[in-house]
């Protein structure tokens, strides 16, 4: 865990149950798809025999569809043409998608209603242009609890489109953290930790957009540009991260971004408190949140059924004990 504290039997099994929701569905996300790298070719996405690569599941997906992508390294440039779905991986630290030119590219015309992509747990990294790039005037992107790393730009607005981007960890992006270059694009950033970006943030419209940037910390950038609304609740302090050079982005007990992202109930982190800025805070980190000592140890959790149409219901049964 990031911090030291104690935390309740329900807080944990809740924050798990939360988790298994978002990959399960609870009436607005319909199907799971599965990704396994280390898996042969000729997969049908199914759980048994998960797709080889992200972009095939993409192919095969639907608006509202799930795709859940196991551990592994995915050397891959993919594209979501006009397809609302989630792209879920197992864990930031073990699920990187090696960039080669736009490591995730959002294009076409999206489905209003149906129009929301949802990127979260994965390493982002190493993509010669930009780790996420949008050129659709109609999609509607969350990026959250991802890292960003080792792109030109980090992410990249092309377009009047919408993106919220909450608690990544945006760092060593050798142009840019966020740019944009669309005048009606709506940015709004909570919660991130920028790092050693030579411009954390850039707006290049020539007349400004829709934008908010609040409870984010840069550190060791030279500055952000263009027209965007400052809050008061940015910091520009060191992140101290546990292990950077090893890909381990929680944080040292001493860390200033912890407890301090946005103070809403809906940004904290999984065992309830404040938000922690950065990849490991907030509800999205559910599913790969630290653990601590004497923290407790879920033994028991099932689904059932394993996914539902978009209107079904599911069950979710888990126990927990405190060691």
């Known amino acids: 865990m990031l911090k030291r504290v104690s935390v309740k039997k329900i807080s944990w099994i809740l924050a ?15 199907k799971i798809i599965h990704v396994d790298s280390t898996v042969e070719p000729e997969g049908d996405g199914t759980s048994a025999s998960p797709y080889r690569t992200i972009q095939e599941a993409v192919d095969n997906a639907v608006n509202l569809d799930v795709i859940s992508v196991r551990a592994g390294a995915y050397t891959e440039d993919v594209i979501i043409n006009g397809k609302g779905i989630k792209l879920v991986g197992a864990d930031p630290k073990t699920t990187v ?5 736009i490591a995730i590219k959002m294009t076409g015309v999206f489905t209003a209603g149906e129009n929301v992509v949802d990127i979260s747990g994965f390493t982002i990294r190493d993509a010669a242009g930009s780790g996420i790039y949008s050129d659709s005037a109609s999609v509607v992107a969350h990026i959250h609890n991802n890292i960003l790393s080792y792109n030109r730009f980090g992410a990249h607005l092309n377009e009047n489109c919408t993106f919220i981007i909450s608690n990544n960890t945006i760092v060593n992006n050798t142009s840019r953290g966020i740019t944009t270059y669309s005048a009606g694009s709506v940015v709004k950033m909570f919660n991130n930790v920028f790092g050693s970006n030579p411009v954390a943030f850039d707006d290049n419209s020539s007349n400004g957009y829709a934008g908010v940037y609040a409870y984010n910390n840069n550190w ?6 263009g027209s965007i609304e400052y ?12 292990n950077p050079e090893e890909g381990d982005y929680t944080f040292l007990e001493t860390s200033p971004c912890i407890d301090a992202g946005r103070q809403t109930a809906a940004d904290n982190d999984p065992d309830g408190t404040r938000n922690d800025m ?30 539902v149409s978009q209107s079904g219901t599911i069950t979710i049964r888990a126990k927990a004990i405190i060691p």
């Open 97 to 101: 998608i090696n960039g080669v030119d």
């Open 278 to 307: 950065g990849v490991y805070g907030g509800p999205g980190a559910a599913a790969f949140w630290p653990e601590t000592a004497g923290g407790p140890v879920v033994t028991e959790l099932t689904v059932t059924p394993a996914s």
């Open 220 to 225: 060791n950038t030279d500055s952000n540009e």
């Open 231 to 242: 809050s008061s609740e940015n910091i520009n302090l060191a992140a101290q991260f546990t």
């Open 16 to 30: 798990i149950c939360m988790a298994a929701i978002l990959l399960a569905g609870s009436g607005a996300w319909a």
